[in-house]
């Protein structure tokens, strides 16, 4: 079911690319991230639509997967609202703790190190390097 919904949303992202694209070369074009994106993603739907079809019917639907889709949905929601009070540092580093934990991971030398240097590493390619306004 999560495959479908990406395929939905990787076909709605190609779509509104290919929409901003409207003179010019594509190097330039405001639509090549997103169509990358976009593109990426629905590779990924299919591997994961693949994946899921590809095996048997007793293993596949279980309620835990369910309630960690909803889970992230909702983190992810949370994470959003957060950008504008907690900024982008703290707001990641929350984010991707608890996403971690969403999935299962109980290591805490993974769960401390990994949001830390993932924001780190976001905030110094972007907001540094390439001097993005990070939120």
Known sequence: MEGV?????????????????SFGEWALSPGLFP?????VLLILSVFLLRKTYGVKKAE??????????????VLCMGYILSLPILHFNLS????????LLI???????ILTILPIGLTASIYYTFGVLLRVVLP
Request: hydrophobic share 60%; glycine share 6%.
């Open 5 to 21: 919904l990406f395929l939905i949303i990787s076909l709605f992202i190609i779509y509104h690319a290919l929409s901003l694209h």
């Open 60 to 73: 596949r639907g279980s309620v835990s997967d369910w309630k960690t889709t909803l889970l992230s949905i």
């Open 92 to 99: 990641t580093i929350v984010y991707s703790f608890l996403f």
């Open 103 to 109: 999935l299962g991971v109980r290591n805490i030398l």
């Open 35 to 39: 169509l990358i994106l976009g593109v």
